[in-house]
């Protein structure tokens, strides 16, 4: 019933930039966190940035400076602004969102299907 899109992924020269859009659909009653992974080929997936429902962030220090997390609650959407991008950015990244259905029930976590951003020149 819940779905979340991702959508922004592509080919992009170093020093490049690139935006990332996450949209949640469906029987949605509240969204608490929302953030952003990626995986690499070889590595673990890591925690990329996050953002709270009151608009607090974290950042993984590779990314610090360079990228930024935003939401727009009424569009269920979140955003990642990438630049500066470098080579050690190439991943698939996923959105992911901690969301309740009903008032009656505690949230539950949702990910996207992964979008290939690669960077190269």
């Known amino acids: 019933q819940v779905q979340l899109v991702e959508s922004g992924g592509d080919l992009v020269q170093p020093g490049g930039s690139l935006r990332l859009s996450c949209a949640a659909s469906?029987?949605?009653?509240?969204?608490?966190?929302m953030g952003w992974y990626r995986q690499a080929p070889g590595k673990q997936r890591e925690l990329v940035a996050a953002?709270?429902?009151?608009?607090?962030?974290n950042y993984a220090d590779s990314v610090k400076g360079r990228f930024t997390i935003s939401r727009d609650n009424a569009k269920n959407t979140v955003y990642l602004q990438m630049n500066s991008l470098k080579a050690e950015d190439t991943a698939v990244y996923y959105c992911?969102?901690?969301?309740?259905?009903?008032?009656?029930?505690?949230?539950?976590?949702?990910w996207g299907q992964g979008t290939q951003v690669t960077v190269s020149s």
């Open positions: 469906g029987r949605i009653f509240s969204i608490n966190n």
């Open positions: 953002i709270t429902s009151g608009g607090s962030t």
């Open positions: 992911n969102a901690d969301i309740s259905r009903s008032r009656w029930l505690q949230n539950s976590e949702y």
